[in-house]
């Protein structure tokens, strides 16, 4: 075991280790050194910005002072030029004008030259120039000034020639005087020439030494530039670490698992909220403190051991089962890096105790499956079965690794397997509780019918987690049911030799019975011609009894017809009214015969019908005849109202009420099946073969109608038969009786 004896006081007790953000942080001063180092970088700009804008803008004055001195030369030495030669002309003209007067005017002339000069010069150069050029600008006055005097008193000695002989030549451009008045004008020009370049070379020095300036400034600025970027990007390497040290405890915060961080000398440096949980105790009690100190009971659990040896060897270590002597369980998970360890304790405890009970449980199930009387089956999500209990087992005769996934499908027989796939794919992907029925073989050979159902099972979160089922063997069922359906086509068979019987004798006997009742109608009139009045009640006997069995074979032929699904109908539009004066003058005799009044009621007007008349008349009839034979002395009424149902369409009411026996509930109960009477005593009363009622119900429900009756005993019945107004071909094509065609 690697377990450190703990020291006697803890050397950092009571220090938190856990990196705590400077106040202003790394990042907050970084960024506030690169805020001054630019504001440091602008002033520096700025300085240097406006001492060479000084320099440019003396460069820019002395510029334009060049320009204007050039300028000013340029008229300075246009109008000395002129001056001269207007006073080299001057004297030329005194020289060579005979007159005294004349050469008088041309030497003032050229004094006034002279004195013109030398206001120009006084006023556009002596005054600006420095003191080489003012010297020389002087010079050239004074020889100026001297050379016009001496051309003066040269002009003034000719004046013996009094104009009588031609004056010398002056060579202007050859003459000592003028070449001297020249030289003085040329070296006036060669000091402003000089003065020009010296303020020329002034002015390249400027703007070399604003260059340099402006190369200097701008080297400076890329280094300030430099050290700022630089710090700038220190501050935010700063900032990112700062913000990452942040989120890392935020991480560390919000990790649900107990977390803590020891270093090599088993100090704790680090205890996330998950830990005070798990281990109820605070923070600020347990950093800076020895892990055995801090936590004592672990020293008597495999966890410190472990703890030891992920620090000695740096491997990591799970520990998926450490239980406390407090009844916790954790699920220990060790990460050693280079300066100690970090632990994530996940409290397993009630998981531990829901796996319990869980492996409880499904021990339960499975006792409880493979005793049951069923087969029992079990499947993932994924549709592989993954159990099956003991009947089931043995039942295939095979093992549960060989059942297993898709294995019990190879004992299905060949012509249900695709039904049985397709049924429990379409189950699995909806998660539906399915029922199926398909063949199983026996572990004897023979393929056994099952009944098979299945219902979703799901975990405690709601998700699906497949199938749970059992099987039922339903051998013997399918063989019962096959025997009832062989059962049902005998009888159906013998039903329909019934009928046809019945409509062959009823066709061979109605046509004697014609034949009785045409003759006895003949003998009835022959006797009464010939005064036999004896022999006419025993003819009337003979017609009367024709004519009921007629009706009965009638009756027999229709039944019959229906029964066979021959009974066809004959639609058409007819007048209601006209129909039941018919019905009841045909019935008038019968009433009369009990003794019964006859009553017609219109609740409303009847109108047209679209039906099959002889149905109706025939329903009509069966309906009154039936109220006329079982009343005596009474009132039998007929009441025809037109309505409409909810859907919108018309039918007609028929309602046949009587005064007469009435009947109770269980004589109602037998009253529609054919055949058959409301009792025996009314069979050996009354007659009749039991048709009448069951055909009529027939007629209406062909027609998309019904019959109800109504009735108690002693106080009459009611009959009441309702028929669309507009009856369609087939009534079964329609949702609600009466639908128009």
């Known amino acids: 075991m690697f377990l450190p004896t703990p020291a006697k006081k803890d050397r950092t007790a009571g220090q938190n280790p856990e990196r705590k953000p400077s106040s202003p942080s790394l990042w907050f001063r970084g960024r506030r050194l690169s805020t001054i180092l630019f504001l440091l970088i602008c002033l ?24 204007a001195d050039s300028m000013a030369r340029a008229s300075l030495f246009g109008q000395l030029e002129a001056q001269t ?7 030329q003209q005194a020289f060579a004008a005979a007159d005294p007067l004349l050469r008088s005017r041309f030497i003032a002339q050229s004094r006034r030259s002279g004195e013109v000069a030398t206001r120009i010069f006084h006023a556009h150069i002596t005054n600006r120039l420095p003191k080489a050029e003012k010297d020389a600008a002087e010079h050239f006055m004074r020889t100026f000034r001297s050379c016009v005097t001496a051309k003066s008193a040269e002009v003034a000695a000719l004046a013996g020639y009094g104009g009588k002989a031609a004056a010398p030549t002056i060579d202007y451009a050859g003459d000592a005087v003028f070449q001297e008045v020249q030289n003085a004008l040329d070296a006036v020009r060669q000091s402003y020439e000089d003065l020009a370049r010296q303020r020329a070379a002034n002015i390249e ?3 070399r030494h604003s260059l340099m300036q402006l190369g200097g400034l701008l080297l400076v600025v890329l280094l300030l530039s430099a050290f700022a970027i630089r710090m700038v990007e220190k501050g935010r390497l700063l900032g990112a670490v700062e913000k990452s040290e942040t989120r890392l405890r935020e991480v560390i915060e919000s990790i649900s698992e107990g977390t803590f961080v020891i270093d090599r000398q088993w100090i704790l440096t680090v205890w996330n909220a998950a830990a005070e949980r798990s281990f109820a105790r605070k923070r600020e009690g347990v950093i800076g403190r020895h892990l055995l100190v801090a936590l004592p009971e672990i020293a008597t659990t495999p966890l410190a051991s472990e703890i030891g040896t992920a620090l000695y060897s740096g491997s990591p270590r799970v520990l998926p089962d450490i239980r406390m002597a407090t009844g916790e369980v954790f699920e220990v998970r060790l990460f050693p890096f280079e300066k100690g360890v970090t632990v994530f304790i996940n409290d397993i405890t009630e998981r531990k105790r829901a796996m319990d009970a869980a492996r409880e449980s499904e021990e339960r199930f499975r006792v409880m499956a493979d005793t049951a009387p069923v087969l029992v089956w079990v499947s993932g999500k994924d549709g592989r079965m993954t159990f099956f209990n003991r009947p ?14 898709d294995g019990w499908l190879e004992r299905v027989h060949p012509d249900d397997l695709g039904r049985t796939q397709d049924t429990y794919r379409a189950a699995f992907s909806t998660h539906d509780t399915f029922r199926l029925e398909f063949r199983l073989q026996r572990a004897d050979g023979e393929h056994r019918w099952l009944l098979n159902t299945g219902v979703p099972r799901y975990t405690a979160d709601g998700s699906f987690a497949g199938y749970v089922g059992s099987a039922v063997d339903i051998t013997s069922h399918k063989q019962a049911e096959r025997e009832l359906v062989r059962a049902k086509e005998v009888a159906e068979q013998a039903n329909q030799t019934k009928s ?8 061979e006997l109605k046509t004697p019975l014609t034949a009785i009742i045409g003759y006895s109608e003949l003998i009835q009139e022959e006797a009464q011609a010939r005064g036999w009045g004896e022999l006419i009640p025993d003819l009337r006997k003979i017609d009367g009894g024709g004519r009921n069995l007629l009706s009965i074979i009638n009756d027999i032929l229709d039944f019959s017809k229906i029964e066979a699904g021959k009974m066809n109908l004959h639609l058409e539009r007819f007048t209601l009214a006209q129909l039941i004066e018919d019905v009841f003058t045909t019935t008038e005799p019968l009433a009369r015969t009990h003794g019964n009044r006859l009553e017609l009621e219109y609740s409303a007007p009847p109108g047209i019908m679209f039906a099959d008349q002889a149905k109706v008349r025939q329903v009509l009839l069966n309906l009154l005849s039936n109220a006329c034979k079982f009343t005596q002395n009474g009132s039998i009424r007929l009441i025809i109202g037109r309505h409409a149902n909810s859907d919108g369409w ?12 009435g009947m109770n509930s269980d ?19 009354y007659g009749g073969t039991g048709l009448g009622l069951a055909i009529t119900r027939r ?13 108690s005993p002693g106080r009459g019945t009611c009959f009441t038969a309702r028929i669309p107004a507009e009856v369609v071909a087939d009534p079964l094509a329609v949702n609600t009786p009466g639908a128009k065609p």
């Open 500 to 507: 046809t019987f019945l409509a062959i004798i009823s066709h």
């Open 392 to 405: 089931w087992l043995e039942f295939t005769g095979r093992g549960l690794q060989e059942e297993q996934g």
């Open 85 to 91: 030669r207007e006073a080299y002309y001057s004297i």
């Open 650 to 661: 018309d039918y007609i009411e028929f309602k046949v009420k009587d005064t007469g026996i």
């Open 699 to 711: 007629f209406c429900r062909m027609m998309g109608g019904d019959i109800e009756v109504e009735s």
């Open 44 to 67: 520096a700009v700025l300085r240097i910005s406006l001492y060479v804008a000084g320099d440019l803008t003396g460069v820019l004055g002395d510029v334009r002072q060049m320009h």
């Open 205 to 207: 020095k400027v703007l």
């Open 667 to 685: 004589e109602i109960g037998k009253l529609f099946t054919p055949f058959t009477q409301a009792d025996a005593s009314t069979t050996r009363r």
